[in-house]
């Protein structure tokens, strides 16, 4: 059963660091773009930042300069390190990616149970 685990959020104070993994398990032929999104009380889940296999980044405009994406593809693990944290950035995060069972199928979408990030003083 293939599926996103992902670790690493808590309470954090203003200004402080947190960083979050996403491990992907099961049958995986390959594991091409992985995203981390977030979702505030009463708001829309928002794409925060996402990697190709090639290791191309993009970033929502409210978290750049602050958070950054990696990912180590030998382990299928993805990571989000995030620094200078604010309080707006309280959230469940959603770990996403386009995973490929088989090398002859097409990639399927799956998500993470999430985890949650809250920066309060």
């Known amino acids: 059963q293939v599926q996103l685990v992902e670790s690493g959020g808590g309470l954090v104070q203003p200004g402080g660091s947190l960083r979050l993994s996403c491990a992907a398990s099961?049958?995986?032929?390959?594991?091409?773009?992985m995203r981390w999104y977030r979702q505030a009380p009463g708001k829309q889940r928002e794409l925060v930042a996402a990697i190709t296999s090639d290791h191309t980044t993009n970033y929502a405009d409210s978290v750049k300069g602050r958070f950054t994406i990696s990912r180590d593809n030998v382990k299928k693990t993805v990571y989000l390190q995030m620094n200078s944290l604010k309080p707006e950035d309280t959230a469940v995060y959603y770990c996403?990616?386009?995973?490929?069972?088989?090398?002859?199928?097409?990639?399927?979408?799956?998500w993470g149970r999430g985890t949650q990030v809250t920066v309060s003083s």
């Open positions: 996403n990616a386009d995973l490929q069972k088989f090398p002859w199928t097409a990639p399927n979408n799956y």
């Open positions: 099961g049958s995986i032929f390959s594991v091409n773009t």
